[in-house]
């Protein structure tokens, strides 16, 4: 239910939204995935479709509106395999680092699809030559705001029935080579994107129990800790 008061609906600047459109906003949020690759189809995707993603990505808010991200569009076969090949290296060292009991697990799953979708994006934070408003006590915050950018893309592709995998078990600066960045350039996200097969009806870790779902009362606190 909204509760903003009926006469503020008029008075209120911008686009006012009605309760259809927060209950489609809230299933887009409660069945985002995080696909992986034994689930993308082949079918390239229109680049109208990557516009949509884009267009989604640059709205999103930064601090300063200092918009620092800049996305690489990855379709090249070669390049892929390149950035896999930093994936299998990483995962490799991952193993150990979990217990005996997990390692078996760990093994088992498929954690990225790097080869599989036809589009992979590389999300980078280009930090700014000048102060940034907003970000002079928490230089972090320009960070913060690419990650932003890349929860908008989700949403979006989500709502288009498209699937991404972020794949995180990377060497960013393996990554960077690979794809010429600028030194100065952090890499923030590597997305996987495509078409797929369907979407879990819950997080696949969750279903697994890798980990459980943490409550509300367990996370959220009033007034202080």
């Known amino acids: 239910m909204l509760y903003l008061p009926a006469n503020a609906r008029y008075s209120m600047e911008g686009k006012y939204f009605d309760e259809a459109a927060v209950s489609i906003l809230q ?34 808010p930064s601090v300063g509106f200092s918009q620092p991200w800049e996305f690489v569009l990855i379709r090249d076969e070669v390049v892929k395999q390149q950035v896999r090949n930093s994936f299998q290296e990483e995962n490799s060292r991952a193993i150990p680092q979990f217990s005996e009991e997990k390692q078996p697990e760990y093994i088992r799953l498929k954690l990225e699809g790097i080869m599989e979708a036809p589009l992979n994006i590389a999300v980078f934070y280009k930090p700014s030559d000048k102060p940034v408003l907003g970000q002079t006590a928490m230089s972090e915050a320009g960070l913060y705001s690419v990650v932003c950018a890349v929860q908008n893309m989700w949403l979006m592709a989500r709502a288009l029935n498209i699937g991404i995998g972020w794949v995180s078990i990377l060497d960013p600066e393996k990554v960077k080579q690979v794809l010429r960045a600028p030194s100065s350039n952090k890499l923030v996200a590597y997305l996987c994107v495509g078409y797929t097969d369907g979407f879990f009806t819950q997080p696949e870790l969750e279903i697994l129990q890798w980990e459980k779902r943490k409550m509300k009362e367990a996370v959220v606190f009033k007034e202080g800790y």
């Open 27 to 60: 299933d887009i949020i409660l069945h985002r995935r995080d696909v992986r690759g034994n689930r993308f189809l082949s079918v390239p995707l229109e680049e109208a479709v990557i516009d949509q993603l884009l267009t989604a990505a640059l709205h999103a």
